[in-house]
Each structure stands twice: as structure tokens, then as C-alpha cells.
């Protein structure tokens, strides 16, 4: 190996790690679960289990679009937050970025009340993601 390819080993590897912390240290979105959604109106629950402490969340749909109709997040101290997303998202697509009330809160469930909109009746998903 000549000089000049050891130095483009080492460079290439020091970028890859700095890209690793940098994302880490960012406060990157954490999927906290998945769910699919079919063709009629449902009501699916993500429990999550642990400590959860989040100050965003959004969900961001796959597949076929989807009709929210409610979303409530429960909190470990018995609190709850009533999101009013009442919109139709399409797939590729994610809603607004949602802020919970009170700063970070330890999440113990998400309950959610939606549709799948296409006319293939066919599936999506739901992603939730959470921030720090």
C-alpha cells in the first residue's frame, strides 16, 4: 500500500466515525414502533415499554395514504395529550412536527384512530418517531 492510499484509509474511516457521533449527538429521531392500517377506520395502540422521555413526535406514512382522525399520547405520571392532526397524509409524507406539552415526557402509550384512503383497499403504515 503507498502512503497516499494508507492516508485515504484513515481519512475515509475518521469520516465515517465523525459521521456516526455527530448523528448521536444531534438528537436524531427514534422510531418508537410501527403500525398497519387498513381500509377501514381503526384504533391501533403503540405501547412502549422503558423510559421513554420525548419532547417531539411525528409519524410519517408508507405504502398508501392515511386519514388521521385522533391521536391521545399517555404519559407515565397519568397525564395525556390530545393531538388534533385530523388530516390526510400521503405516503412518503410525514405530519408536522408534534411538540409535547411539559418538555420531555416518559411516553407509556400512543393511541391513534385512523383509515387507510387509497381505492385499492389496500395497506399502510405508520411510523412513530420521537425526539429528545
Known sequence: MTIISKLSCVAL??????????GAMAGDWVKLGARDVSDRTETDTLHLSGHRDYTKLKFCVKRNPVNFKDVDVYFENGGHQDISLRSRIN???CTRVIDLQ???????RIVMRYEETSLKRAHATVVVWGKK
Do not use: L, Q
Open 91 to 93: 405516503a412518503g409524507d
Open 13 to 22: 474511516a475518521a469520516a465515517i466515525s465523525m459521521s456516526f457521533v455527530s
Open 102 to 108: 411539559g418538555g420531555d415526557r416518559d411516553i407509556t
